[in-house]
């Protein structure tokens, strides 16, 4: 199919036939789709749309009957030139882990991959995409195996985390019992190859008087695109995530190919550059252990030597197979000396437990269907025995 365009700025986009979806938009676009389709009076529009701003992230309300303290007339406005209607979740899966994976369409050919994992550290996080597909083709990644179709808009971003509160009844925002506590920025894509919507998203979903979740609690990982990793500490003071896997350039040039362009030199430099970096707002490393190709004893040394005066934490991932996978997992033990080498080098380093392994939700294996057949359409074939 023929990829789209990547220039999605919401003032440039086409303006679809159909009632326009108010969900995930930012401040400043309420603002603007008051004045110009609502004909609300610009004086008025910055009230009008911090109304409607918390109906929408504070309540999550997808009637505009309930917006109690909007005028009839201009409810009837609302409901005629705008929608508050999600995306359409193209299937649900639940995990016997309690892992919850979402098919989101947004539009034909364009869908993507949302997974919640309950219960991390006595929190929940939410794994959101950037992008539908991936251009960096990193050798253990489902992902990596999906062309890029085009970046996701902030609203679709921002969508992701609507659509599983609504799922989950987190509505009205509460600073109690929440089970979505964290966001990362780990499904598919490159979150900083789409920067200018991550950014505008994140202002979305950690808005005090919205979903108010704060910045701390969100993490962006990048697979190292050096350039923009100061940006994005500037522009969302949000937490760090580095996409590693290897501790030489030989390995990670193979691993991660992206790494040909920023090798690690450069990388480590730009990560020693971010933004607020201390003890209490440390670089996560996530490290996919991946049998006889990076587990030695001799890796886990040199990845200590490497981090070396960065305040740093290490995820250590188990490798999640998909079908035709060039890799297999490293054999426990491997893992825990591996582990032992860097805990005692002063570096926490819990290893991952797989989650939703069962419905490939796990790290690595979200794939959308959307330039092959539906998902939804060959599972179930799957289930009812035919040949897709």
């Given at each position: 199919?023929?990829?789209?365009?990547?220039?999605?700025?919401?003032?440039?986009?086409?303006?679809?036939?159909?009632?326009?979806?108010?969900?995930?938009?930012?401040?400043a676009?309420?603002?603007d789709?008051?004045?110009?389709?609502?004909?609300v009076?610009?004086?008025?529009?910055?009230?009008?749309?911090?109304?409607?701003?918390?109906?929408?992230?504070?309540?999550?309300?997808?009637?505009?009957?309930?917006?109690?303290?909007i005028?009839?007339?201009?409810?009837?406005?609302?409901?005629?030139?705008?929608?508050?209607?999600?995306?359409?979740i193209?299937?649900r899966?639940?995990s016997?882990?309690?892992?919850?994976?979402?098919l989101?369409?947004?539009?034909p050919?364009?869908?993507?991959?949302?997974?919640?994992?309950?219960?991390?550290?006595?929190?929940?996080?939410?794994?959101?995409?950037s992008?539908?597909?991936?251009?960096?083709?990193?050798?253990?990644?489902?992902?990596?195996?999906?062309?890029?179709?085009r970046?996701?808009?902030?609203?679709?971003i921002a969508?992701?985390?609507?659509?599983?509160?609504?799922?989950?009844?987190?509505w009205?925002?509460s600073?109690?019992?929440?089970?979505?506590?964290?966001?990362?920025?780990?499904?598919?894509?490159?979150?900083?190859?789409?920067?200018?919507?991550?950014?505008?998203?994140?202002?979305?979903?950690?808005?005090?008087?919205?979903?108010?979740?704060?910045?701390?609690?969100?993490?962006?990982s990048?697979?190292?695109?050096?350039?923009?990793?100061g940006?994005?500490?500037?522009?969302?003071?949000?937490?760090?995530?580095?996409?590693?896997?290897?501790?030489?350039?030989?390995l990670?040039?193979?691993?991660?190919?992206l790494?040909?362009?920023?090798?690690?030199?450069?990388?480590?430099?730009?990560?020693r550059?971010?933004?607020?970096l201390?003890?209490?707002?440390?670089?996560?490393f996530e490290?996919?252990?991946l049998?006889?190709?990076?587990?030695s004893?001799?890796?886990?040394?040199?990845?200590?030597?490497?981090?070396?005066?960065?305040?740093?934490?290490?995820?250590?991932?188990?490798?999640?197979?998909?079908?035709?996978?060039?890799?297999e997992?490293?054999?426990?033990?491997?893992i825990?000396?591996?582990?032992?080498i860097v805990?005692?080098?002063?570096?926490a380093?819990?290893?991952?437990?797989?989650r939703?392994?069962d419905?490939?939700?796990?790290?690595?294996?979200?794939?959308?269907?959307?330039?092959?057949?539906?998902?939804s359409?060959?599972?179930?074939a799957?289930?009812?025995?035919?040949?897709?």
């Open positions: 199919m023929t990829a789209h365009a990547l220039n999605l700025d919401f003032s440039n986009r086409p303006v679809e036939a159909g009632p326009i979806p108010l969900a995930g938009l930012t401040r676009q309420l603002r789709v008051l004045v110009e389709h609502a004909g009076d610009e004086k008025k529009a910055k009230m009008r749309a911090d109304q409607l701003w918390r109906w929408i992230y504070h309540y999550g309300v997808t009637s505009f009957d309930e917006m109690t303290n005028s009839k007339d201009l409810r009837k406005v609302l409901e005629e030139k705008f929608t508050l209607a999600r995306a359409e193209v299937e899966l639940v016997v882990d309690g892992t919850r994976k979402y989101i369409r947004f539009a050919g364009v869908e993507v991959e949302t997974v919640f994992i309950p219960d991390v550290a006595r929190s929940g996080a939410l794994c959101v995409s992008q539908v597909g991936c251009t960096l083709t990193c050798t253990f990644c489902h992902t990596g195996t999906q062309k890029l179709v970046n996701l808009t902030a609203a679709e969508q992701q985390v609507m659509i599983a509160r609504d799922d989950l009844a987190e009205p925002t600073n109690e019992d929440r089970k979505i506590t964290n966001i990362v920025f780990m499904g598919m894509g490159e979150p900083l190859y789409n920067l200018d919507h991550v950014s505008d998203a994140i202002d979305v979903i950690s808005d005090n008087e919205g979903m108010a979740i704060g910045r701390r609690r969100i993490t962006v990048t697979s190292g695109v050096v350039p923009k990793i940006e994005l500490g500037e522009r969302t003071r949000t937490m760090l995530a580095i996409s590693l896997h290897a501790t030489n350039d030989e990670r040039n193979e691993l991660v190919p790494n040909k362009k920023y090798p690690l030199d450069q990388l480590m430099e730009a990560i550059a971010y933004p607020d201390g003890n209490s707002k440390r670089v996560t490290y996919v252990m049998k006889g190709v990076n587990d004893p001799a890796e886990a040394r040199a990845l200590v030597k490497l981090l070396k005066g960065v305040p740093a934490k290490i995820n250590l991932i188990p490798f999640n197979p998909w079908p035709d996978s060039p890799y997992c490293s054999d426990w033990d491997t825990e000396t591996f582990a032992d805990n005692r080098a002063g570096y380093s819990p290893i991952r437990t797989p939703g392994r419905i490939f939700a796990a790290c690595g294996q979200l794939k959308s269907e959307s330039v092959k057949q539906r998902a359409e060959r599972r179930k799957e289930r009812a025995g035919e040949t897709p």
